[in-house]
């Protein structure tokens, strides 16, 4: 059975294929399919944009789709950038943009008042609409400077709670068993198995 994962990012694939490898599932993504046009991503909430990407997507394919959004919350700036990460600096921003804002944002805050936390929602859909969304939070803290060449987004600047490296310096296996996506798509996993037992899959 396919599985089409909406996004073009192929650094959320990489890890997003890692984590359900154990699925019976032909994963596919946005990027490889003619045609499929990308869902502007306008809602309120991280929640309400994984569910716009999942049922728009798999009513255009015509396939099961999992869409996830992620946004980084910090305490300091009253949980931004959340649903604006990925845009915090603009609409084609870089990640080293978005990074450079949110240094400058926080520029003077004590170490002990830079806790943040990524927080992730996958949603599933099928052809006929919504089938499940599943969230996962990985709470730590914003770093004064970039650190580590791995990952993408604020993982140079985002610590996790228990760990002395960043997103950025982790090597991918520790970070697809703590981060934000892998705990969501931990739950994922379990919805996606449920479907597949039910589909025949």
Same mark, same amino acid.
């Given at each position: ?6 996004? !073009?990012? +192929? ?13 019976? =599932? ?8 003619? /045609?499929? &046009?990308?869902?502007? @991503?306008?809602?309120? %909430? ?5 569910? $716009? ?31 604006? %990460? ?5 609409? @084609?921003?870089?990640?080293? @943009?978005?990074?450079? $804002? ?5 520029? /003077?805050?004590?170490? @002990?008042?830079?806790?943040? +936390?990524?927080?992730?929602? %996958? ?5 006929n609409g919504l089938v499940d969304t599943v ?11 970039? !650190?580590?060449? &791995? &990952? =993408?987004?604020?993982?140079?600047? =985002?610590i996790p709670d228990g760990q002395v490296k960043? =997103? ?8 697809? +068993?703590? %981060?934000? !996506? ?10 996606l198995s449920r479907y597949l037992r039910e589909? &025949?899959?």
């Open positions: 059975m396919q599985l089409l994962v909406a996004t !073009r990012n +192929r650094h959320k694939l990489k890890e997003i294929e890692a984590i359900l490898a154990e699925l019976n =599932f032909e994963i596919r993504c946005s990027a490889d399919m003619a /045609g499929l &046009g990308d869902v502007k @991503e306008d809602a309120d %909430s991280i929640r309400d944009n994984a569910i $716009k990407k999942a049922v728009e997507t798999a009513k255009a394919a015509k396939m099961l789709t999992l869409a996830d959004d992620t946004g980084l919350e910090v305490d300091a700036l009253n949980g931004e950038p959340g649903v604006k %990460s990925a845009r915090y600096a603009g609409d @084609e921003a870089t990640y080293h @943009e978005n990074n450079k $804002k949110l240094l400058a944002a926080m520029q /003077g805050v004590p170490v @002990e008042k830079r806790k943040a +936390r990524f927080r992730c929602v %996958s949603a599933i859909a099928d052809a969230d996962g939070i990985c709470n730590g803290a914003i770093l004064e400077e970039e !650190r580590g060449g &791995g &990952g =993408f987004g604020y993982d140079p600047l =985002f960043t =997103f950025g310096e982790l090597s991918p296996d520790v970070k697809n +068993r703590i %981060s934000h !996506r892998a705990k969501a798509l931990q739950k994922a996993f379990a919805v589909h &025949g899959g």
